[in-house]
């Protein structure tokens, strides 16, 4: 008995040096870390306050992204829900779980992206998922760093869109709720329809950079003479 109470003390011991671990690490990366189109950051919020109803741009700064890998109805992809508290989408542009906060874009058949939108990315956040999975096949990779997410918004939204996108976004074709790959002038990004008139483009970290001047210009039309 005694020896039972030690051993859960030391665990409970362990996991909670583990949980400061991470936080402390938290804090060290906060501290360091600079968001792909920061430096942008201020001209995103003058064309958005020059563009009203019609435009807006943001980044939505170290959101949680995941990438899964698993088959979907397999032992894999109900240990990856299970763990991560999502449902993995069926078909082709399905988003599936909340879109303003975490969610599940398709990629392919058996690769998808879950994003949190909600919070800032941690240190460790593909660790229950990792221990998930455990002997079986499928893949839990921690991609925030990856990409970066812009957020257009905006009664305007879908025509800056439509002059560089290869895609047709007409709501028939592209509604609320639905991503694709596909590119946005010579940038390969992810596409979310995320609300009515709201757009997240995924464009990889090195990308960012062009994207977000590439948004910028396509917004210029649709901004006042401020």
Do not use: C
């Amino acid at each position: 008995m005694a020896d039972t109470t030690q051993t859960t003390q030391q665990s409970q011991t362990q996991s909670s040096t583990a949980q400061h671990s991470f936080e402390t690490d938290a804090e060290v990366l906060d501290s360091l870390r600079t968001s792909p189109a920061a430096h942008l950051g201020e001209d995103m919020a003058r064309a958005t306050e020059l563009g009203g109803q019609a435009v807006g741009l943001r980044e939505r700064s170290f959101a949680v992204q995941l990438g899964l890998r698993a088959i979907p109805g397999t032992a894999s992809a109900e240990a990856l829900e299970s763990a991560l508290g999502i449902t993995l989408p069926g078909r082709v542009g399905e988003v599936t779980g909340d879109e303003a906060g975490l969610h599940t874009l398709w990629l392919s058949p058996d690769e998808f992206l879950t994003v949190d939108v909600s919070r800032r990315q941690r240190p460790g956040e593909t660790l229950v998922a990792e221990a998930a999975l455990e002997g079986l096949p499928g893949q839990a990779v921690d991609l925030s760093a990856n990409r970066t997410i812009l957020e257009l918004t905006g009664v305007k939204a879908r025509e800056v869109l439509e002059k560089s996108v290869r895609a047709d976004l007409h709501p028939r074709a592209f509604g609320v709720g639905q991503a694709i790959s596909t590119q946005m002038g010579p940038v390969p990004v992810i596409l979310h329809h995320s609300a009515e008139l709201e757009y997240r483009v995924y464009p990889r970290a090195s990308f960012a950079d062009f994207a977000v001047r590439w948004l910028l210009d396509g917004m210029a039309e649709f901004l006042s003479n401020g």
